[in-house]
């Protein structure tokens, strides 16, 4: 347990947050300080065939260990954090044998961890925190997942009489701006399947997600004197507000769950002149996605004829799509993780993902690959934590699905 602190630790206070706003690849040169960091660790450990190409994708081998052949597995997460909060200057704080009560993060800006507001809280009495100090996020999305691949490969290097397969593990930049996986060399990697460590709480594993889409509305106004503004002055930031009004006001992350799609402000940015406004669109059924994009231009159409001139455009780009078409077919991937929590006493969690992986796209480039938890909670923001003891488990399961798909090719 003190190695996966330690290597924890090390990943997290690496600055690697992803920049949605820069086309280069990766977004942000930083994320070549762990992915370099980590192609030097893998080969200490043993890995063999270690490379990180052009692009910041990290890939190595554990060559298997059995006479027979056996599929060739993959284990997959991304070295990026979300540019929606800083990762700069992470300073972990640890809360041994948590006691189910608040924790404060930062007494100065009094900024406190409650399991009245985050009740899965509760779930880790009585294990040892990881959390932020209040000023951050953790960035155990996904650095938990890194820590418990790596872990799993060094165990499986110090315990030969465990036997597997080939196994092939991937690091990928730029997952947290939707890019992860355009430019993964699936060829290269060379898997027969694969296996995402991105999900949050212990137990679940997840072949579905959403199917998504980006959106841009841009609203053009004119500006004048405000003493002469009569019949002249167009104001681009009240349009928006009309805009924002005729969207279905439900359907917004904060008041939906399980299959239920959404439409997400996340940034905005006015004046008179000119309003930009962001959002991403989200629904789990294709047919359900497909018409929210048209509600979504719908508003706009409307808006321009009641204005009687083009004064709202929408960019709309997809962005990735659900994986369960990809997965129903190959499903004892699927079943093979479900068969590894049981074996070492969690029980599954099979639900659909409220959002996406580098595993959906990956999918439909031909590389099944279902998610599974690394144990983190509140990803993205000041009060995300990880236990120690989920990363420890997530590290089982990767070796546990090693020995079943070995032993099922027998």
């Not at 930083?30 to 043993?46: F, N, T, Y």
């Not at 465990?162 to 997952?175: A, L, M, Q, S, V």
């Not at 924002?244 to 992350?253: C, Q, R, T, W």
């Not at 905005?268 to 047919?287: A, P, S």
Request: aromatic letters at 8%; hydrophobic letters at 35%.
């Amino acid at each position: 347990m003190q190695k996966i602190i330690d290597r924890f630790v090390k990943y997290v206070t690496v600055d690697t947050q992803s920049d949605p706003n820069n086309p280069d690849f990766p977004s942000t040169d930083k994320q070549w300080d762990l992915a370099r960091s980590l192609v030097e660790e893998l080969k200490e450990i043993g890995l063999e065939d270690v490379t990180i190409d052009d692009n910041c994708y990290v890939m190595a081998t554990l060559p298997s260990n059995v006479d027979f052949k056996v599929p060739i597995l993959g284990f997959i997460a991304h070295i990026d954090t979300s540019p929606d909060y800083t990762g700069k200057n992470v300073k972990p704080q640890f809360h041994p044998n948590y006691n189910g009560e608040d924790i404060v993060l930062n007494k100065e800006e009094n900024i406190v961890l409650s399991p009245s507001y985050f009740d899965d809280l509760l779930l880790y009495k009585g294990k040892t925190l990881i959390t932020t100090d209040g000023t951050t996020l953790l960035g155990a999305d996904d650095k938990a997942g890194i820590t418990e691949i790596v872990s799993a490969m060094e165990h499986l290097i110090n315990h030969p009489e465990i036997k597997h397969g080939k196994i092939r593990i991937g690091f990928t930049p730029d997952e947290e701006v939707g890019k992860g996986a355009h430019l993964f060399d699936v060829e290269k990697f060379g898997a027969d399947w694969a296996y995402t460590m991105d999900g949050s709480q212990v137990g679940e594993l997840e072949y579905e997600n959403f199917n998504a889409a980006g959106a841009k509305v841009i609203i053009n106004g004119t500006i004048v004197h405000p003493g002469y503004a009569k019949g002249k002055m167009v104001n681009s930031m009240l349009i928006a507000s009309d805009f924002m009004a005729a969207l279905p006001k439900n359907e917004i992350p904060e008041s939906t769950e399980g299959y239920e799609g959404f439409y997400h402000l996340h940034s905005m940015n006015g004046e008179v002149e000119k309003t930009e406004l962001e959002y991403i669109i989200r629904d789990h059924d294709i047919q359900l996605f497909e018409e929210r994009k048209i509600v979504f231009q719908k508003v706009a159409d409307e808006l321009n004829e009641k204005l009687g001139r083009n004064l709202v455009k929408v960019e709309m780009k997809d962005q990735y799509f659900n994986m369960k078409e990809k997965i129903e077919p190959v499903m004892h991937i699927v079943d093979i993780a479900e068969e590894a929590m049981k074996q070492l006493g969690i029980t599954p969690l099979i639900k659909a993902i409220r959002g996406g992986t580098d595993g959906s796209q990956l999918s439909y480039k031909g590389l099944p690959c279902p998610n599974i938890f690394a144990g983190g909670h509140n990803f993205h923001g000041r009060y995300e934590y990880v236990a120690v003891e989920s990363m420890q488990l997530a590290t089982d399961v990767i070796v546990k699905i090693a020995e079943i798909t070995t032993e099922r090719a027998k």
